[in-house]
């Protein structure tokens, strides 16, 4: 069964700091590892990353995957009152069906 | 980016009745997928929306509770049968485009509580 790990399930930080938040994946027929983040009900889409090692950046948030580990972290520099929110990591398989980890609630203090 | 329209929004509903959810897509696309969040848990999928054909169903979710239709390329329907409380959840039509890898975006979601 394919199974995606998200830690930490919480954080609390201030505005400013730079968090990392992280992602492990067993999925059968690997395609593809996505980031989501998700303030109400719908997941806004963030990243999807398929190869190893290259950064992928928007603004202050960037992500990386690392196939030979299984994983992926996602970081927030600079962060925001409006980055609160939950951080959904998701594990593309075969048949384009997407497997979520629980999420990471990161609250942002100003 | 993509436009996924979603109704309702939210409902609340008595045990014993259904719900139908209505997901309509702006242009084309290879998939369309239904999740369900329950309170505090992550998503979860449903099935997969068949155009013209049978829902492929995930193990755990079944036709005759979560009966689905697909009639034609940007639009689908999920029903939620004889409501139980245990169906209060949030429900996520979701799709994915052509010329896409295996990106999704999503509706903006329904908010069920049965009573």
């Known amino acids: 069964e394919d199974k995606v790990v998200q830690s930490p399930l919480s954080l609390v930080v201030h505005e400013g700091d730079t968090v990392t938040l992280n992602c492990s994946y067993e999925?059968?027929?690997?395609?593809?590892l996505l980031w989501y983040k998700q303030e109400k009900k719908a997941p806004t889409f963030l990243f999807m990353l398929?190869?190893?090692?290259i950064e992928k950046k928007s603004g202050r948030l960037s992500s990386i995957l690392d196939k030979k580990e299984l994983s992926s972290i996602l970081n927030i520099t600079a962060t925001q009152t409006g980055d609160s929110a939950i951080y959904l990591c998701?594990?593309?398989?075969?048949?384009?069906?997407?497997?979520f980890g629980k999420g990471t609630l990161l609250t942002v203090n100003p | 980016s993509a436009v996924i329209s979603q109704k309702p929004s939210r409902d609340i509903c008595q045990r014993g009745t259904s719900l139908t959810i209505q997901c309509q897509v702006d242009s084309q696309v290879t998939m369309m997928f239904w999740y369900r969040q329950q309170p505090g848990q992550s998503l979860t999928l449903i099935a997969t929306?068949?155009?013209?054909?049978?829902?492929?169903?995930e193990s755990g979710f079944v036709i005759d509770k979560f009966p689905i239709s697909r009639p034609n390329l940007t639009f689908s329907t999920l029903t939620v049968s004889n409501l139980s409380p245990e169906d209060s959840s949030i429900y996520l039509c979701?799709?994915?485009?052509?010329?896409?890898?295996?990106?999704?975006?999503f509706g903006q979601g329904t908010r069920l509580t049965v009573v």
């Open positions: 998701a594990s593309g398989g075969s048949n384009y069906k997407l497997t």
């Open positions: 929306a068949n155009q013209g054909s049978e829902a492929t169903y």
């Open positions: 979701s799709a994915v485009y052509r010329g896409m890898n295996t990106e999704a975006f």
């Open positions: 999925v059968t027929n690997f395609r593809s």
């Open positions: 398929t190869s190893s090692g």
